[in-house]
C-alpha cells in the first residue's frame, strides 16, 4: 500500500482526483491536508468520507509542525500538491495569500519531502506560468516562464522552487501545467460554474472585455488521469503539459451555455475588462501523450452538457456557497449586478 499525501483535496481538482482514484483502487492510502479556505468543501468527499484508505486533516501547507508531525507519522511514499490559491480575479484583488499559500507553502511541502525522503514529489501547476500568446502557436514545456498575474507569478515561483530541490538536492519533482479544467464541484468564481449558476438565477453573465479570449478546455478527469500517470510513470525533474486541444473563445462559451440552458443571449453583459488579462492559452500537450501515453477521453460537446447537468442536479451544493461570503466577494467585483 502506497501512502499519499494530497494537499488541497478539498478543492475543486484535488475532490475530483480522490473521488475517482478511491473510486477503482485500493492499493493507495490517501491522507487529504486542506486548509478548508472558501474554495475548499468536504461536500466534494461525501462519497469516500468513510472510505478506509481515506484520512482527511484540516490544516494549513505553512503549518511546519503539522507537516512534519504528518510526514514522521505516514512516511509518506508521494506527495502531490494541488493545494493553494488559485483565482486570478482574487490574486488581483489582494496578492500575500497567494504568495503565503503557494510559494511559501510548496517550499515547506518540498523541505519536509526532503527530510524524511520520498518517491515523488508532484507539483500541480499552470499552464498560465507561460503568459500569453498571440493567435498563433502553443505553449510547449520549453516556451520560457512569463507569468503575469499575481497568481500565475505565484505558481510560477513554486514552479522554480520545485525544480530547484531537484537540481539541487535529487527531490524528485515533477511538475504538471494543466490548462483551463471544467467539470463537477469547480467554484462559481470560474468562468463556466459562475456563467451556468447566473443563466439558471436569471442573472447578467459577466464577459471581460471583448470577449474574445481564447482559454484551451480540458475535462477534469482527463487532468486527473494524466496526474495519475505522471504518478506512475513521470521522471523525476520533467515537466509535463496537460491539455485536450480544445481553444474557446469565452464568449463563444458563454452563448453556448445560454443556449444548453434556454436562456436569452441579453443575459450577457460586457463588463471592464481584467487587468493584465492574457489574451490566449493553448497547450502543446505531445510530450506527455508521447512519452506517457497519455490522451485526453472526454469530448468537449459532451463533458460540458455533464457539467451543466451537474449544475441543475446540485443546486443545494452551489446555493450553500452563493449565500454568505461570496455576496461580498461578488459584489466588490462585479457591483450590483
Ligand atoms: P481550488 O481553489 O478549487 O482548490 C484549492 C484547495 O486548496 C482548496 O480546497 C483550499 O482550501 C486548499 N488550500 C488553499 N490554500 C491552502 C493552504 N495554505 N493549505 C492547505 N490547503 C490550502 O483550486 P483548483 O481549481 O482545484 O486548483 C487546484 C490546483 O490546480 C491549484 O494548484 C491550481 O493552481 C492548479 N490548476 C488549476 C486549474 C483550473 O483550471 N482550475 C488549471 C491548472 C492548474
Ligand atoms: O466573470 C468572468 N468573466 C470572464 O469573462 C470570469 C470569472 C472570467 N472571465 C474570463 C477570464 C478568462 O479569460 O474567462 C476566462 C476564464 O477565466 P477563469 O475561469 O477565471 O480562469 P483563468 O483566469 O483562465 O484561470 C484558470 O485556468 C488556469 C484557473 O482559474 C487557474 O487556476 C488555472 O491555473
Redesign the pocket.
Known amino acids: 500500500m502506497k501512502k499519499i499525501l494530497v494537499t488541497g483535496g478539498a478543492g475543486f481538482i484535488g475532490s475530483n482526483f480522490i473521488n475517482y482514484i478511491l473510486g477503482y483502487r485500493d492499493d493507495l492510502f490517501i491522507v487529504n491536508l486542506d486548509k478548508l479556505t472558501y474554495a475548499g468543501n468536504l461536500e466534494n468527499l461525501k462519497e469516500i468520507e468513510n472510505h478506509k484508505n481515506y484520512f482527511f486533516v484540516k490544516g494549513d501547507i505553512n503549518n511546519n509542525e503539522l507537516i512534519d508531525f504528518l510526514f514522521k507519522k505516514y512516511s509518506f511514499d508521494y506527495v502531490i500538491n494541488f493545494a493553494a490559491e ?4 482574487r490574486s488581483i484583488l489582494g496578492s500575500e495569500v497567494f504568495y503565503i499559500s503557494n510559494v511559501v507553502g510548496t517550499n515547506v511541502l518540498l523541505e519536509a519531502s526532503r527530510r524524511y525522503g520520498i518517491e515523488k514529489f508532484i507539483q500541480i501547476s ?3 506560468v507561460y503568459g500569453s500568446l498571440g493567435s498563433t502557436g502553443l505553449f510547449t514545456e520549453r516556451t520560457p516562464l512569463s507569468p503575469n498575474s499575481p497568481y500565475s507569478s505565484s505558481k510560477a515561483a513554486a514552479d522554480l522552487m520545485a525544480l530547484s530541490s531537484h537540481h539541487t538536492f535529487g527531490l524528485p519533482v515533477v511538475i504538471t501545467r494543466c490548462s ?1 479544467n471544467y467539470g463537477p464541484y469547480q467554484f462559481p ?3 463556466i460554474p ?1 456563467m451556468i449558476i447566473n443563466a439558471l438565477s436569471n442573472k447578467n453573465l ?3 472585455g471583448d ?1 474574445l ?1 481564447v ?1 484551451d478546455w480540458v475535462y477534469v478527469i482527463d487532468h486527473n488521469r494524466a496526474v495519475e500517470l505522471v504518478l506512475e510513470k513521470g521522471k523525476p525533474g520533467e515537466v509535463f503539459n496537460i491539455g485536450a486541444s480544445r481553444e474557446m473563445k ?1 464568449i463563444d462559451i458563454v452563448k453556448l451555455i445560454l443556449t444548453k440552458l434556454a436562456k436569452p443571449e441579453n443575459l450577457i453583459q460586457y463588463v471592464k475588462d ?1 487587468p493584465g ?1 492574457d489574451r490566449r492559452y493553448a497547450i502543446d500537450s505531445s510530450k506527455i501523450q508521447n512519452e506517457l501515453g497519455w490522451k485526453p477521453q472526454f469530448d468537449f460537446e459532451k463533458a460540458i452538457d455533464q457539467t451543466i447537468d451537474w449544475y441543475l442536479a446540485n443546486r443545494e451544493w452551489w446555493n450553500r456557497i452563493i449565500t454568505g461570503d461570496y455576496q461580498k466577494y461578488y459584489k466588490t467585483l462585479y457591483g450590483d449586478r
Open positions: 488559485s483565482h486570478v480575479d499552470t499552464d498560465e483551463n468564481e470560474k468562468l459562475l459577466p464577459v471581460y470577449g479570449n482559454r469565452n481584467r488579462h
